[in-house]
């Protein structure tokens, strides 16, 4: 019910920057995918009432909607998702139905369409009795999503179009990924027991590899040769953020292991402490991070975000070097509790289930840097913004990161 107001108060907010609308030449202009077609409700379209069936009015709301996208991509789309249906009102059988659609937004493997349902008689005005917003890809011949063509939108009112389709991407993995999760029934984070450390840090360290060595990662945006991708599994969003240093990979590893150091180029470290020394590759860290100013409207941490609380974590880091030629250097920290460290008042204690960074070496002396995330509920919001393409913090980070390695590459 104020679905429009989170979407004024997301654009709004000065962290989020205005989507970038400048394309290049092979962009298609959104005027060129408008389609408008009229349908007469006849008896067999409506109830006793002579009310027009809903069902009906989406089905052509659909047909409209496919054709737009088609007239992008050149191409057979498939619907994924119907956002914000919304019946405004009804219409009877005599009616004429205008149907509009419209790509509104283009993202790399999905686009947006803006559809709205309008009735009027021969004689009177139009009633807008019908809008919703579909999301559809394309699908090669190996059934994954083809990168669509960028989208030019139309000044002032596409502009506008253009922005809220990228808050409502937002808001889409912040309702499926957060909101609608289950807290609180099974804890992330494992209890630290120092008789059974080994296994602890070998899970650690396994559950990382497992995650980089999935096949199936998506590239989600790219600036300036820093990408980042997502993965989508069941009720789990994980992201990858991955770019080329010119420092070696021992040297970055042993920079990035030092997790007390990331405060000074990494935003979202305000204070990293070194806790417990487990031993010369295991350590627990406690890791304070800035609350997330507007958070996932809903979300069981909005609240302490909206306050401004701080968020905490308990972190094992476990530290592993290349076992063989062409194997990784791995960083690896998940979420442990420890009796000694119990949540504390005006922190919102937050969990990691697996993140870390996997360094490769590479050509010419340089390393491949990638940093992996099985992002919870309380991470998520500081990258949702970046997934939807309101902002690219990712980008700023890594290349302080970048910068805080070649500094200290000798």
């Not at 405060?263 to 991070?289: A, G």
């Amino acid at each position: 019910m104020v679905h429009d107001d989170i979407i004024k108060d997301l654009l709004s907010n000065e962290w989020v920057q205005q989507v970038d609308s400048s394309v290049g030449p092979s962009a298609v202009a959104a005027e060129r995918t408008r389609v408008e077609s009229v349908e007469l409700v006849l008896p067999p379209h409506a109830n006793h009432q002579v009310n027009t069936f809903g069902g009906q009015i989406m089905a052509w709301m659909v047909n409209v909607a496919t054709i737009a996208a088609s007239r992008l991509s050149q191409a057979h789309p498939t619907l994924r998702a119907i956002d914000m249906f919304t019946f405004r009102g009804p219409s009877q059988v005599g009616d004429r139905l205008l149907l509009k659609a419209i790509v509104n937004n283009a993202f790399r493997n999905s686009m947006e369409v803006g559809v709205r349902a309008e009735a009027y008689h021969e004689e009177g005005p139009n009633r807008h009795i019908n809008s919703a917003f579909m999301t559809f890809e394309v699908l090669d011949d190996g059934g994954k999503p083809r990168t669509l063509p960028r989208i030019r939108p139309e000044p002032l009112e596409g502009q506008r179009r253009f922005q809220e389709a990228t808050a409502r991407k937002k808001i889409r993995l912040d309702r499926k990924y957060i909101i609608s999760r289950t807290q609180g029934e099974v804890p992330l984070s494992v209890p630290w027991d120092p008789t059974n450390q080994v296994y602890l840090s070998f899970n650690n360290v396994s559950a990382l590899k497992m995650l980089a060595a999935r096949s199936s990662w998506r590239l989600s945006c790219e600036k300036d040769q820093v990408q980042l991708y997502t993965l989508e599994q069941k009720s789990m969003l994980s992201f990858k953020i991955e770019c080329e240093v010119d420092v070696p990979a021992h040297r970055a590893f042993d920079l990035l292991a030092e997790l007390s150091n990331r405060p000074s180029w990494d935003s979202h470290y305000k204070k990293c402490e070194l806790i417990q020394l487990v031993d010369n590759d295991d350590f627990i860290y406690r890791v304070v991070t800035p609350s997330v100013r507007h958070g996932a409207m809903g979300s069981p941490t909005a609240a302490n975000q909206a306050k401004g609380i701080l968020q905490d974590f308990i972190l094992l880091a476990s530290k592993r070097k290349p076992c063989g030629s062409g194997d990784p250097y791995v960083i690896a920290l998940r979420s442990v509790s420890l009796p000694t460290h119990p949540p504390t008042e005006g922190y919102n204690r937050g969990e990691v289930l697996c993140a870390g960074f996997t360094i490769l070496e590479t050509k010419d002396n340089k390393s491949l840097i990638s940093y992996f995330n099985q992002a919870s509920p309380e991470v998520l919001p500081y990258i949702s913004t970046d997934i939807a393409g309101l902002s690219s913090s990712f980008y700023h980070t890594f290349c302080s990161c970048s910068q805080y390695l070649t500094r200290n590459r000798l």
